[in-house]
C-alpha cells in the first residue's frame, strides 16, 4: 500500500512509519532519496543571523556553536581578518563571551580550511567578507554542511550592507535580533556612526556606534535616495 506521505517522515534510510519523529543528526527533506531513487547525500543549509551593532548577533551564534559542539559536532569558526577589536583569533561579543575562531583574509580560505570531518561552518561579521562568500557558504551546505552567518545588514547610512542580502536570499533560516534604541530605549534596527568618518567600513565599537531605532536613526553625509 503507497504510505500517506503526509504522516510518514523520511530519513537516511527508508521511510520512518512510526508515530514519534526523531531528529536524525543531518535529515533529509521530503520522500527519501531511496524513494526517490536517487543516490543518499546529507542535506546542509545556511543560517543568518543579522541586525545593527549591539543586537546580540554574535551572542546568538555562540550560543549556536555551543549547542553544536554540546550535540558533539565539529565546528569550525571564521571571522574576517579586519575585525581585530577584542581579539585576533576569537569570536568575542561586546559582553566579553568568546569562543575559538581563525581569522582570514578572503571567503576562498574560509572553505580551503575546512576539514572533511566538520559538521558546521560558523562565521561572524560576514558583512566584512567579499561577495565569494555567497557561493562559498552555499556549496558548503550543498556539501551537508551546517554554516552559521551572522553579519550586519545595513551600514551606518541604513543601506543593505552587501553581500549580507544575497545571503539572506540563499539561507534556509535568517534570524533578526534587535538592539536597544540609545535614545528612545526602543527596539533598535540601525547602527549609528558617532563620529565624522565617511568610510563605510570603519570597525568600532561603543567609541564609533550606537544602536538606533528607525524613528531616531539620523543618517549623515548621504541622502536616503541613494538606497
Ligand atoms: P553584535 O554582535 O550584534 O554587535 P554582541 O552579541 O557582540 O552584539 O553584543 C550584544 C551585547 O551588547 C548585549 O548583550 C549587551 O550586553 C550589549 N549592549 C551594549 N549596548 C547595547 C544596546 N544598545 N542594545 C542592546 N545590547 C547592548
Ligand atoms: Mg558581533
Ligand atoms: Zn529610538
Redesign the pocket.
Known sequence: MAPFLGLFCAFDGGIDTSFSFPLPHRPFCGLSPAVRGIPARPLGSVEVIT?S???????ELIRRIKRAILARQRVQAFKPRIDDRYDAHRIV???AVSVDAVAVGTSASIEERILEETDVVAIDEAQFFDRGIVEVCDRLANRGLRVIA?GLDQDYLGRPFPPMPELMAIAEEVTK?H??C?VCGGP?CRSQRIISEATTVLVGG?ECY??RCRGCFEPREVPRTLF
Open positions: 541586525g551593532m549591539f543586537s546580540g548577533k554574535t551572542e561579543s561586546h559582553e551572522a535580533v538592539a536597544v540609545s533598535a561603543a550606537e544602536a
